[in-house]
């Protein structure tokens, strides 16, 4: 069963940075692309940035781009996300999302953790 | 990167059918077979229920089916049960590795 466990989310101040990480279990980690999905309290989903299976691909939103980097260790089977320059309009729950595709970033999210939630705020 | 446009809102009773659809542009929907829907209940993660336009994952029941033509997809949730009230959102591949979901559809079954 594929599991994906988000960690490092709170409470942060604008400007400020946090990390994300993402274990993930069940399935074998660097034969597909991962995703940062976020979804803002009471609004839609929101596609944050994607990772090919080894790196090598990287894509951000416009919103975060330059703000936030995606990465990952498939040795420990984690996916990470550094977000910098904080804004109060990041306050989301962030969810880890694998690609249903192998190797190749398509956007087809065939499983999803639970999220970790971001605020930000003074 | 343009959200998807999908209709805030649909409903149906009972037994009937509803159709949501999901408007991009050639650059996404209308350029890529990689179009997905998904289906969110309150507090929970998203379920896939619809990926490659058509293609139904194994358990997503044959109720659900999705079509494209030109640059607006649409899924079709027939038989309407009272468990499918939810949020349901459609997403596509956008070229260059990017990606771009609808902004969300509510859906009751009154």
């Known amino acids: 069963e594929v599991q994906l466990v988000e960690s490092g989310g709170g409470l942060v101040q604008p400007g400020r940075s946090l990390r994300l990480s993402c274990a993930a279990s069940?399935?074998?980690?660097?034969?597909?692309?991962m995703h940062w999905v976020r979804q803002a309290p009471g609004k839609g989903l929101e596609w944050v940035s994607g990772?090919?299976?080894?790196?090598?691909?990287?894509a951000y939103a416009d919103s975060v781009k330059g703000r936030f980097t995606i990465s990952r260790d498939n040795a420990k089977n984690s996916l990470y996300l550094q977000m910098n320059s904080l804004r109060a309009e990041d306050t989301a729950l962030y969810h880890c999302?694998?690609?249903?595709?192998?190797?190749?970033?398509?956007?087809?999210?065939?499983?999803w953790g639970q999220g970790a939630l971001v605020t930000v705020s003074s | 990167q343009s959200a998807l446009t999908q209709p805030p809102s649909a409903s149906g009773s009972p037994g009937q059918s509803v159709t949501i659809s999901c408007t991009g542009t050639s650059s996404d929907v209308g350029g890529y077979k990689y179009v997905s829907w998904y289906q969110q209940h309150p507090g929970k993660a998203p379920k896939l229920l619809i990926y490659?336009?058509?293609k139904r994952p194994s358990g997503v029941p044959d109720r659900f089916s999705g079509s494209k033509s030109g640059n607006t997809a649409s899924l079709t949730v027939s038989g309407l049960q009272t468990e499918d009230e939810a949020d349901y959102y459609c997403?596509?591949?956008?070229?260059?590795?990017?990606?771009?979901f609808g902004g969300g559809t509510k859906l009751t079954v009154l």
């Open positions: 997403n596509s591949y956008a070229g260059n590795n990017n990606v771009v």
């Open positions: 490659d336009v058509s």
């Open positions: 999302a694998k690609d249903l595709t192998y190797y190749q970033i398509t956007g087809t999210i065939d499983s």
């Open positions: 069940g399935f074998t980690f660097d034969d597909y692309a």
């Open positions: 990772i090919s299976w080894n790196g090598g691909y990287i």
